[in-house]
């Protein structure tokens, strides 16, 4: 595997291009460009954040082969019938959890970076998990929401991370949890993810691997807890 020494701007440029002309003509035409500058940037991004990680969180691995998301759309059931996604992500899981993300897995939380044409971000958390997987996480914040709120009320974090994402936040609390609970807030959240943005500057040089790991190390403590909801432990050290 190559070192990562940054994306070239070619990257963000190549997104911006498939923005505007999202066919496969297009695609084929420019592949060389995808390949070289985004794909195979991302595969050696995977492999040096996952050697930071196992110093850090190393029950959270990084993959070159299994951690990057197709750019190809599933569009069976989309109205959107344009083939690509505009951008490139990458995928750090729990190694007994898989790399399963949203409702039709039984992922755990993780940490995922996200490279587009206009911005990029690190995120931590889970996506829209299964229902049991919710009822789950739920159930735990319904029972330990002190520790909970110890970790994403802390004034530190909330000055770099903000809010959860409100993506398909209920209305109301779900069934079967009393209005007036003390996490009612948080028993309303069908996913539980944070993000931080990381500069254009900060994408086209080796210095990205140390940035997503202090941005992994200070949010460790929010994928844990989540991780243990879900039946995941931590790890001392790599297998």
Not at 99 to 125: I, N, P, T
Not at 166 to 183: F, I, K, M, N, Q
Request: aromatic share 12%; net charge positive; proline share 7%.
């Amino acid at each position: 595997m190559a070192e990562f020494d940054g994306f070239p701007p070619a990257a963000q440029r190549f997104f911006r291009g498939l923005a505007r002309n999202n066919t496969k003509a297009w695609f084929e035409k420019n592949r060389a460009i995808y390949e070289t500058a985004i794909r195979e940037p991302m595969k050696a991004l995977v492999d040096a954040v996952d050697v930071t990680l196992a110093g850090v969180a190393p029950e959270i691995i990084g993959d070159p082969k299994r951690s990057l998301f197709r750019i190809n759309r599933d569009i069976r059931f989309s109205k959107d019938k344009s083939p690509y996604k505009t951008n490139a992500g990458c995928w750090f899981y729990h190694r007994d959890a898989g790399r399963g993300v949203g409702q039709e897995s039984e992922g755990g939380a993780g940490f995922y970076f996200h490279l587009d044409g206009r911005e990029s971000f690190f995120a931590a958390g889970v996506w829209m998990p299964s229902r049991p997987a919710l009822n789950r996480l739920r159930d735990t914040l319904a029972e330990e929401w002190r520790s909970w709120e110890r970790i994403v009320s802390a004034p530190a974090f909330r000055k770099r991370f903000g809010d959860l994402d409100p993506e398909s936040r209920l209305t109301r609390v779900p069934r079967g949890y009393p209005a007036d609970h003390p996490a009612a807030d948080w028993l309303r959240y069908q996913s539980f993810t944070v993000s931080v943005p990381v500069p254009t500057s900060a994408l086209g040089t080796a210095a990205l691997v140390r940035r997503l790991g202090q941005e992994a190390a200070r949010l460790t403590p929010f994928v844990r807890w989540l991780n243990g909801a879900l039946g995941f432990e931590p790890a001392r050290g790599r297998l």
